[in-house]
Nanobody, 113 residues
Framework: VQLQASGGGLVQPGGSLRLSCKAS????????MAWYRQAPGKQRELVANITSSGTTNYADSVKGRFTISRDNARRLVHLQMNSLSPEDTAVYYCNTHYGRTYWGQGTQVTVSS
């Protein structure tokens, strides 16, 4: 199983970014997918997840601002992030559990003016 995340970068407060994660080596369409993040000096935390049927779940801190979605045909999971604030600065990781837990390599998101 490989998870390849992309789409991070530097954005001003109030801006938007879209993260993508490409999965391979697994039956993507039946797998629950998630995004986590880890800010400097903090524990890794769940941002959002999406089940195989499309049911979504969000951390309270991102509800109404972030949207997770999946494209089963292309084996992609996306995280659309709007109204970003400096508190969203972190390394964002794609995650799945397929026999065991797998993590992508992480993509840095920095929100700063």
């Amino acid at each position: 199983v490989q998870l390849q995340a992309s789409g991070g970068g530097l954005v001003q407060p109030g801006g938007s970014l879209r993260l993508s994660c490409k999965a391979s080596g697994m039956n993507f369409s039946i797998s629950k997918m998630a995004w986590y993040r880890q800010a400097p000096g903090k524990q890794r935390e769940l941002v959002a997840n999406i089940t195989s049927s499309g049911t979504t779940n969000y951390a309270d801190s991102v509800k109404g601002r972030f949207t997770i979605s999946r494209d089963n045909a292309r084996r992609l999971v996306h995280l659309q992030m709007n109204s970003l604030s400096p508190e969203d600065t972190a390394v964002y990781y794609c995650n799945t559990h397929y026999g065991r837990t797998y993590w992508g390599q992480g993509t840095q998101v920095t929100v700063s003016s």
